[in-house]
């Protein structure tokens, strides 16, 4: 390859073009993971579906009723459950992760992603990849599920994919010691 200039080496504008991609990429990392909402209340208008029902990770309802899952008088709220607050939506994603993950042999991102948002209604291969975009692991490492890190990041990830929402710290904790009992 020739370099347009005799006194730049042609590799020069080789790395300057990976190190622009490589900063693209970092910025648009830090960018992606700072731009959700915060769950706070389901009283805004600009809230979408999963905001509004307080469900980030919209569960879908069953015939057996989430502790904290909330009901009309016309039996079930719609496609997704609608919960009393948000850190009974969390608890809620806990315990069917840990179903996922003790009960269906879900130890991956791609397992507990394909089962969570199968082929048939969703990108679910885009999923996996924001998924592990967001958490940094690959789609078929296994989990560690008896420790709360891997959970976390999971939820979280799950959470800004299904709602555009992260959890707080806080709630985080209070969906934890809902979970316990």
Known sequence: MVSKSKDIPWYYFLFGSVGIVIAFILFHKMSYKTTAKVATSN????LN????????????????????????????????????SIEYGYRAAIKLLWTYWDKHDCKTIRQIVTRWAPPTEN????????VCFDTG????????????????????????????????TEQLNKAWQLASN
């Not at 999963?50 to 079930?76: C, F, H, M, V, Y």
């Not at 891997?150 to 800004?160: C, G, H, I, R, T």
């Open 43 to 46: 009283q805004d208008n600009d």
């Open 49 to 84: 579906l999963g905001q509004k029902n307080n469900n980030p990770l919209n569960i879908r309802p069953s015939a057996d009723k989430w502790l904290g899952e909330t009901r009309t008088s016309n039996g079930l709220t719609g496609k997704f459950v609608q919960f009393k």
């Open 123 to 130: 990108k679910t291969e885009a999923y996996i990849a924001a």
């Open 137 to 168: 692991i690959l789609a078929n490492t296994l989990l560690d599920f008896t420790k709360r890190d891997d959970y976390d990041k999971l939820l979280s990830a799950m959470s800004f994919h299904e709602t555009n929402m992260r959890p707080t």
